[in-house]
């Protein structure tokens, strides 16, 4: 079947999600505003939002102008001029749309809240969906800018009309820069208003809780103000930075490792990352009309509905887009079912997406286990509060480890099922746009949790009705546990997105294996690598086997790692000792040359290089490089005084099964070493010891001599 082009897809995609992000900011700006007390409060936490979202861009966009210079001229002196300017164009549109779109967010945002809390004089539905309204612009404009700005830049430099991998490779790696402006902007936003969230929350708690022992939104306390302006900066614009930075970097990652697979899917496997960011932007748009909450229904609820509305409708979408443009052009161990496999790989995303979602819940809402044992134990005191609180959140990440674990290993083993080479690692980038497919509506959820938190502050500071307050504080609960899964969300696509990123990274420089590359013998000399030493048919290069006859390798030439190094430390570099074809001769790794055949065994140095332990060169009847009998000449390395007659000793000792010295060092002939043991022990500590066997070491009778040791 051929492949069916739905590029076309994309421009129209971005255009209805911003159109509609448009139509959403105007139907929450025509709600109701409450009186003027409440519009007082919100005027102030707008003031305050302002001031430390302007601050903040002032910083990025010098730091953002400095470094898009630096990449212009490196990138410009090292692979030309072109490269480097449009790497410092992308990297200049990425930090300006991550910016822009956060601005926008939490414009909304800061004007959503209250009108939230009016609408929570009316009905619990109302107060939903203004919330929820409002936090789909930042979902909406985070989402479609990131598409935009990748799509532009991809049109934009030419990708359309390139008609060779090669050219798509370096059209594709010019806007890895985009990437890098929006982890820039993430940067700042996470830590900054992260750090101001958390220290503007804990300081309202220890001046109005601990000290004064009045609520916590009480309006007598002026830090609230600054508690309800980090809820915006960091969970609003920080959050919506940090997944503005996770979908263009796995756009563009994936768009790296499609150019692999260009000869079987041409240019609709780099485009395939696109297309399915632009359907799962349709799929949250329906899913946030849906979502209505009866008056008694859990705001979760009514929530995880949408949710699950969304999904399902980005699994089918993502199933179409699969079916039309992963349909390869050579043929395949899958044949006509190639799509697939893809599409389940983004099934197996979207799934570990919702058990995320359903995980988060679970550690983080009020109904269950977790949280009510946090609250049993906070009344004993704080110390059983925090151990358990502590002991809940060293819990929760187990499960989410090995879920994104389960998930690339499924996804990957999808892939390579195919029979494509490289397939594995795009089957993995494909679970990723599955999991980042609802993006908009987890975003939209996030930017819910500040707006009902700023509308409940809202209501208790104004002094609302209790029916009001009971509703919004319904919604503050619920804002919690929705911005805690988002950010479990995040981190779970960031982890997959990683490592996406890491094998795009693994591609590009050639690196085939990780770990392929050794080091000298003693952890000194040149790195070799491996492959290097051996040819396609696993024979060491140069090495002659058996009189000067090239022969095959009985083991995997890995095994003989210690031996090539030993080889190349003790040669110069050279493999054979004189360099010519037919010298058999073998050299030691003292540089001497050996007599007869000699065997191969394992190089063992001790922390100074030395080689130790069993002699490491023997020929066939066992002897060492200097002639002597296996373990009777000296040991290699440094020697102490007396080391040479411990060693007779403690062969003997060994040979009559008893005791034997306690010498330092490593472990020789079978006993234990204990630090402290320096020879033999004399009578007084001025008399020299007593051999009783003259060249041989000190008499065998060793406890008769320690018996003589001074009390």
């Not at 066997?693 to 000190?698: A, M, R, S, Y």
Request: aromatic share 8%; charged share 20%.
């Amino acid at each position: 079947m051929e492949q069916v082009d739905l590029s076309y897809v994309i421009p129209i995609a971005i255009l209805i999600g911003l159109a509609f992000a448009g139509l959403l900011t105007r139907d929450v700006l025509r709600r109701e505003t409450g009186n003027d007390k409440m519009r007082e409060i919100a005027q102030a936490i707008r003031e305050g939002a302002r001031a430390f979202l302007r601050r903040q861009y002032k910083t990025i966009a010098m730091i953002a102008a400095v470094l898009a210079v630096i990449f212009a001229v490196a990138l410009g002196l090292q692979g030309g001029w072109d490269l480097g300017l449009k790497t410092a164009g992308a990297f200049a549109l990425g930090a300006s749309f991550s910016a822009l779109s956060g601005y926008i967010g939490m414009q909304i945002a800061i004007r959503s809240n209250v009108r939230s809390a009016a609408g929570s004089l009316k009905s619990f539905n109302d107060a939903l969906v203004i919330a929820l309204r409002g936090g789909a612009v930042s979902g909406l404009a985070i989402v479609s800018m990131s598409l935009a700005g990748v799509a532009l830049l991809y049109y934009g430099y030419g990708g359309a009309s390139a008609a060779t991998g090669e050219i798509q490779d370096q059209v594709v790696l010019s806007i890895v820069g985009f990437g890098f402006g929006a982890s820039l902007v993430a940067l700042f936003a996470q830590l900054g208003g992260g750090i101001y969230t958390k220290a503007a929350d804990v300081g309202a708690d220890l001046v109005g809780k601990v000290e004064a022992g009045i609520p916590e939104d009480d309006p007598r306390n002026p830090a609230v103000i600054a508690d309800l302006v980090g809820d915006n900066v960091g969970d609003c614009a920080g959050r919506g930075a940090d997944l503005f930075e996770s979908t263009a970097a796995e756009n563009i990652g994936a768009m790296i490792l499609g150019v692999v697979l260009f000869p079987y899917f041409g240019i609709a496997g780099i485009l395939f990352p696109l297309v399915a960011r632009a359907f799962g932007i349709l799929a949250s748009i329906v899913g946030v009309l849906i979502v209505r909450a009866k008056e008694d229904e859990a705001p979760m609820s009514a929530l995880n509905r949408g949710y699950i509305v969304t999904t399902v409708l980005a699994a089918l979408l993502f199933g179409f887009a699969a079916w039309a443009m992963l349909q390869p052009s050579q043929a395949t161990s899958a044949g006509d079912a190639t799509w697939i496999y893809y599409w389940i790989c983004g099934i197996t995303g979207m799934i570990t997406a919702i058990l995320y979602v359903w995980i988060t819940q679970y550690y983080t809402e009020a109904r269950y286990r977790p949280v009510a044992e946090i609250a049993k134990s906070s009344e004993t005191g704080p110390a059983t509060n925090i151990i358990s609180g502590f002991s809940v959140g060293l819990e929760a990440t187990a499960i989410p480890a090995v879920t994104v674990s389960i998930a690339l290993l499924v996804s990957y083993w999808l892939g390579e099922t195919t029979g494509i080479p490289g397939g594995g690692i795009y089957g993995t980038a494909i679970a990723t746009m599955g999991m980042l497919a609802t993006a908009a509506y987890i975003l939209a959820m996030d930017t819910f949790g500040p707006i009902v938190d700023n509308g409940a502050g809202i209501v208790e500071m104004a002094g609302m009705s209790k029916e009001a307050r009971k509703n919004m504080d319904k919604l503050d609960a619920a804002g919690n546990t929705t911005k805690a899964l988002t950010k479990g969300y995040a981190v779970g696509s960031a982890a997959l997105a990683a490592f996406l990123l890491f094998n795009a990274f693994l591609r590009e420089a050639k690196v085939d294996q990780v770990g392929n590359v050794r080091r000298g013998v003693h952890g000194r000399g040149p790195r070799v690598p491996v492959q290097r030493l051996c040819d396609p048919g696993g024979r060491p290069r140069g090495l002659v086997h058996h009189q000067g006859r090239p022969g095959p390798v009985p083991r995997e030439p890995r095994d003989y790692g210690g031996f090539i190094e030993a080889g190349l430390r003790a040669h110069g570099g050279h493999l054979h000792p004189r360099g010519a074809p037919g010298d058999d001769r073998a050299r030691g790794p003292r540089g001497r040359y050996s007599r007869g055949r000699r065997r191969r065994v394992p190089v063992r140095q001790d922390h100074r290089g030395h080689l130790c332990g069993r002699t490491s060169w023997r020929d066939a009847h066992g002897r060492d490089h200097r002639g002597h009998p296996h373990g009777a000449g000296l040991q290699h390395g440094r020697r102490r005084v007396g080391q040479r007659e411990e060693v007779h000793r403690g062969r003997e000792l060994w040979r009559e099964r008893r005791d034997a010295p306690q010498g330092r060092g490593r472990r020789r002939h079978g006993r234990r070493p204990v630090q402290g043991h320096r020879g033999t022990v004399p009578a007084h500590p001025r008399e020299a010891p007593v051999h009783d066997h003259p060249g041989h070491g000190p008499a065998p009778n060793l406890r008769a001599r320690e018996s003589q040791r001074p009390k």
